[in-house]
T-cell receptor, first 108, second 112 residues
Framework: AQRVTQPEKLLSVFKGAPVELKCNYS??????LFWYVQYSRQRLQLLLR??SRESIKGFTADLNKGETSFHLKKPFAQEEDSAMYYC??????????FGSGTQLTVLP | EPEVTQTPSHQVTQMGQEVILRCVPI?????FYWYRQILGQKVEFLVS????????KSEIFDDQFSVERPDGSNFTLKIRSTKLEDSAMYFC??????????FGEGSRLTVL
């Protein structure tokens, strides 16, 4: 079975501070990991995926197979980063399994 | 930029009634999905559809649910006899391949 855990339901940081959103996963094979973001009143959209190894909007995430983690990081948070962030996984089954999400609030 | 569109944005129905939620996926996409999110809970997979048939479904997707691609453009989710616990936001998504999913804005279903 595939499972994604996001331990923080809510996270608040000040503008300019570093931010890390935690994600741990459980899957016996080689998963593909994603971060999706949902800004207020907008649709869910892909932020980044581990295989592309890109930095999007200053966010990065490294897949750590030893710790089964895929934490999302940004060195300097901006107010426009305030949103709901979902970590997600696909395995051999093509279905995307989401974590419960972390609501990030960046305070001025 | 092409988008997945969903209708209606909000539907209120009485328990026991049939509901059809409609989705127009992005035109060159081959994989189609329905997810739902009960208020305050996580986004949950319901069903995936490829090559005109269901490829996977979750335990939630019981006999009360069905999906169809009736005309090559729409992708519908039917709930045959709604229950109170079917109240949720239903998201349609489509994908070119098994990578990035593109989501619609969702249809909010309220069952009274």
């Amino acid at each position: 079975a595939q499972r994604v855990t996001q331990p923080e339901k809510l996270l608040s940081v000040f503008k300019g501070a570093p931010v890390e959103l935690k994600c741990n996963y459980s899957y016996s094979g080689s998963p593909e990991l994603f971060w999706y973001v949902q800004y207020s009143r907008q649709r869910l959209q892909l932020l980044l995926r581990h295989i592309s190894r890109e930095s999007i909007k200053g966010f990065t995430a490294d897949l750590n197979k030893g710790e089964t983690s895929f934490h999302l990081k940004k060195p300097f948070a901006q107010e426009e980063d305030s949103a709901m962030y979902y970590c997600a996984l696909t395995g051999s089954a093509r279905q995307l399994t989401f974590g419960s999400g972390t609501q990030l609030t960046v305070l001025p | 930029e092409p988008e997945v569109t969903q209708t209606p944005s909000h539907q209120v129905t009485q328990m026991g009634q049939e509901v059809i939620l409609r989705c127009v996926p992005i035109s060159n996409h081959l994989y189609f999905y329905w997810y739902r999110q009960i208020l305050g809970q996580k986004v949950e997979f319901l069903v995936s559809f490829y090559n005109n048939e269901i490829s996977e479904k979750s335990e939630i997707f019981d006999d009360q649910f069905s999906v169809e691609r009736p005309d090559g453009s729409n992708f519908t989710l039917k709930i045959r006899s709604t229950k109170l616990e079917d109240s949720a936001m239903y998201f349609c998504a489509s994908a070119v391949d098994t990578g990035e999913l593109f989501f619609g804005e969702g249809s909010r279903l309220t069952v009274l």
